[in-house]
C-alpha cells in the first residue's frame, strides 16, 4: 500500500535529505502545483540523499526519461497499476 504524502509528510521527509524549509515552497505535496519551488541546491541535495536511499531504483525508475521516450505519465501507469 502506498502511502499518500500530503506537503508535511512531503516537507519531513526532505528535512530527513537534508533540505531546508526555507528552500522549498509546497502547496499541496503532490509536486505537481506550479507554486510548488524547490531551490536548486535542494535538488540537488535530494538527488544525492536519494541515490544512496534503499529506495534509490524505484526512484530512479519512476522519474522521466527522454532519451527512452518514458515520460511521467509513462513511469506513473507502469506504477499504479
Known amino acids: 500500500m502506498t502511502k499518500k504524502m500530503d506537503s508535511k509528510s512531503s516537507k519531513t521527509f526532505l528535512r530527513q535529505a537534508g533540505v531546508s524549509d526555507n528552500d522549498v515552497a509546497l502547496n499541496d505535496g503532490s509536486g505537481l502545483s506550479r507554486n510548488d519551488l524547490i531551490s536548486a541546491n535542494s535538488t540537488i541535495q535530494l538527488l544525492t540523499f536519494m541515490s544512496k536511499h534503499k529506495y534509490f531504483a524505484q526512484f530512479r525508475e519512476a522519474l522521466a526519461d527522454r532519451r ?6 509513462h513511469a506513473h501507469a ?4
Open 78 to 81: 507502469r506504477h499504479s497499476g
Open 68 to 73: 527512452s521516450g518514458r515520460d511521467f505519465a
